[in-house]
C-alpha cells in the first residue's frame, strides 16, 4: 500500500513551469499553492499545532486582481464566545488605522473575519515585513500567528503571477516586469448519457488477473465500485487496500463479461510526480454527471489530504480537479487551494 504522506507529496511537489499547476511550497510558518491558472493560496498557522487558527491570502492571476486576506480562529464551545470585535496587529502595531473586524461564525466551527478590499494590499505590505500577527479580541486570550516566511512565500506568489518588479506585486524583489497572462481553462465536454442498468455485482476473475496484486483478494472483487461508462465499457475498481478511513481502490476497464480488461490510467495535475494513476482513494461515480471523485484523507478528520475529480469524455477520463491540503490543522475543505482546474461545457 502506498503511503497517503506519498500520495500528497507526489501531488504537491510540482515544478513551477508557465501555464502548469505551479504546485505548492513551505517557507517558514507559511505554505501556499498556485493552481495551473495561476491562482494562488497562501496559509500562516499558530505555532502550535493544536491551536484552530490561520491566515488565509488569496489572489486569482489577472493582473488587476486584489488580495483577498481572511483570518479565522475556532470558536469557543461556550455560545458567541470568541466573536468580535477582534484588532489586529503586526509586531505591535496596529496595520489598518482605528478600524476593527467583526467576525461572523460560521457552520465549520469558526470565527471569520474578512480584511476590506481597500486595506488587504497594506495589510499585505505590514505581514511581509514583520514578524508576528496578533488578534485581539474582548475577553480572550490574544491568538498570535507566526510570520516568518511570508516574504518568500509572497515573492514565490509574484514569480508564479508574473508580478515580479511590477506595481502590483506584493513583494519588494526586484526585477523587470513582464506581462501578466493568465492561462486559458482546460475544457472537457463530458460523453453523452448511457444506462446503469444490469451491471456486473461482482469485478470477473479476468479483471482482476489485469489489475494484479491486492492486500485483501478475498474481499477486493466484491467490495468494489463498478459503473457503465458508455455501452460495454465499464470501470472496475475493487477494494486491495483499506484502514481506517481510507480504502484504496485499483482501476481497469473491461465489458460487461471482463472481456477485452485493461488497467485504467487516471492523469494526474501537470507537474506531479507520474502523470497518471492506476490507483484511487475512497471513490464515488456519479452517473448524470459522468464525474469520478476520490479523496485521500490525510487523517480521519478528513481536514487534510487531496480530492480528484475526472470527467469521462466519451472516451477516456479527463482531470476537472485537484484540491489539496497538506496540513493537518483543521482547515474546512472549502478554503483548500486548488492546484489544478478544468470547466466542463456541452
Not at 463530458?190 to 474481499?219: D, F, K, R
Request: one cysteine or more; charged letters at 15%; hydrophobic letters at 45%.
Amino acid at each position: 500500500m502506498r503511503a497517503l504522506a506519498a500520495v500528497v507529496a507526489g501531488l504537491l511537489l510540482l515544478a513551477a513551469t508557465p501555464a502548469a499547476a505551479a504546485g505548492q511550497k513551505s517557507f517558514g510558518d507559511w505554505m501556499a499553492v498556485c493552481d495551473n491558472l495561476n491562482t494562488c493560496v497562501a496559509f500562516a498557522f499558530p505555532e502550535a499545532y493544536g491551536d484552530g487558527a490561520w491566515l488565509r491570502l488569496e489572489r486569482t492571476g489577472e493582473p488587476g486582481a486584489q488580495v483577498t486576506l481572511v483570518i479565522a480562529i475556532q470558536a469557543e464551545e461556550a455560545p458567541g464566545a470568541g466573536g468580535g470585535p477582534w484588532t489586529i496587529t503586526v509586531d505591535g502595531q496596529q496595520v489598518i488605522g482605528r478600524v476593527t473586524l467583526t467576525p461572523v461564525e460560521d457552520d465549520t466551527g469558526y470565527w471569520r473575519a474578512e480584511i476590506s478590499l481597500s486595506s488587504a494590499h497594506e495589510v499585505a505590505a505590514a505581514i511581509r515585513e514583520g514578524a508576528s500577527l496578533t488578534v485581539t479580541r474582548k475577553g480572550r486570550e490574544p491568538v498570535v500567528l507566526p510570520l516568518k516566511g511570508a516574504a518568500a512565500t509572497m515573492i514565490w506568489i509574484d514569480e508564479q503571477q508574473g508580478r515580479i518588479g511590477s506595481p502590483t506585486a506584493l513583494s519588494r524583489a526586484p526585477g523587470a516586469p513582464s506581462a501578466i497572462m493568465v492561462p486559458a481553462t482546460p475544457v472537457i465536454r463530458a460523453g453523452p448519457a448511457v444506462s446503469q442498468a444490469s451491471l456486473p455485482t461482482v469485478v470477473p476473475a479476468s479483471v482482476m488477473a489485469v489489475i494484479g496484486a491486492c492486500e485483501e483478494p478475498e474481499t477486493a472483487a466484491g467490495e468494489a465500485l463498478i459503473a457503465r461508462l458508455a455501452p460495454g465499457v465499464v470501470l472496475y475498481a475493487p477494494v486491495c487496500s483499506q484502514g481506517a478511513y481510507n480504502r484504496i481502490h485499483y482501476l481497469a476497464i473491461a465489458d460487461e463479461a471482463g472481456r477485452g480488461a485493461r488497467p485504467l490510467r487516471l492523469p494526474q495535475a501537470p507537474g506531479s510526480t507520474e502523470a497518471t494513476t492506476t490507483e484511487a482513494w475512497n471513490l464515488h461515480y456519479d452517473p448524470a454527471s459522468h464525474t469520478l471523485l476520490a479523496f485521500a484523507k490525510g487523517r480521519g478528520l478528513g481536514d487534510c489530504g487531496s480530492e480528484d475529480q475526472w470527467v469521462w469524455d466519451g472516451a477516456a477520463f479527463q482531470l476537472l480537479v485537484t484540491r489539496v491540503m497538506g496540513d493537518c490543522r483543521g482547515v474546512p475543505f472549502d478554503d483548500w487551494p486548488t492546484l489544478y482546474r478544468a470547466v466542463v461545457k456541452p
